[in-house]
C-alpha cells in the first residue's frame, strides 16, 4: 500500500500515473560536452512531467534535493515538489540556459537537454541519441540543430 502525504502550502504532491520518462544519459564516468543527456518530456508542465524524470535518475543520481530549470521553458511551477515520499526543491532562473534542466543530488549535478514535447519523433531520437553519446561535446543549440534538417530553431527548441 501507497500512503500519500498532504503537500504543505507551496508544494504539489505528485501522485498521477505516468508514462515512464523519455531520458537518455552519456555513460558514467569523465564528463564530455555541454549536457549528460537529453529529456523529452510529454509536455510543458514541469510538476507532471518530473516524478518519472526523477525516478529513472534515481540509480544515477540518487535522492534527487533540487532542480534548476530556465523560468521560460514551463508552465507555471511550484517551488517544491513532493515524489516518492521526497521533497525536491525546484528553481527557476532566468540566467539558466535555456532548454536545460539541473538535476541536483548530494552526489552528482546532471544538466539534461530539454526537447520541445511537441517535437516530431523521429528529430526528438535523433537528439536523444546524440545528447547520449559518450563522445558528444556540442553546445546546445547545436544539439538541438541535431534534429532537423533546418538549424534554426524557436526558443522552446526543435519544432520539426
Known amino acids: 500500500m501507497t500512503a500519500l ?7 504539489v504532491a505528485a501522485t498521477r500515473l505516468r508514462p515512464a520518462a523519455r531520458v537518455r544519459l552519456k555513460p558514467p564516468g569523465p564528463t564530455t560536452g555541454h549536457v549528460d543527456g537529453a529529456w523529452w518530456p510529454l509536455s510543458r508542465d514541469l510538476t507532471a512531467e518530473l516524478p518519472a524524470l526523477l ?3 534515481a540509480p544515477r543520481a540518487g535522492e534527487i ?14 517551488r517544491r515538489l513532493v515524489t516518492a515520499g521526497s521533497s525536491v526543491r525546484l528553481g527557476g532562473y532566468h540566467t539558466q540556459h535555456p532548454d536545460t534542466l539541473d538535476v541536483i543530488s548530494a552526489h552528482v549535478r546532471l544538466t539534461l537537454l530539454v526537447i520541445a514535447p511537441d517535437t516530431a519523433p523521429a528529430a526528438a531520437e535523433r537528439v536523444l541519441d546524440a545528447a547520449a553519446d559518450p563522445g558528444d ?17 524557436t526558443p522552446r527548441g526543435v519544432r520539426s
Open 5 to 11: 502525504t498532504r503537500p504543505v502550502a507551496g508544494e
Open 55 to 57: 525516478e529513472a535518475l
Open 65 to 78: 534535493e533540487q532542480v534548476t530549470y530556465h523560468l521560460s521553458d514551463w508552465d507555471c511551477t511550484t
Open 137 to 153: 561535446t556540442g553546445a546546445v543549440d547545436e544539439l538541438l540543430g541535431t534534429g532537423t534538417t533546418d538549424h534554426h530553431r
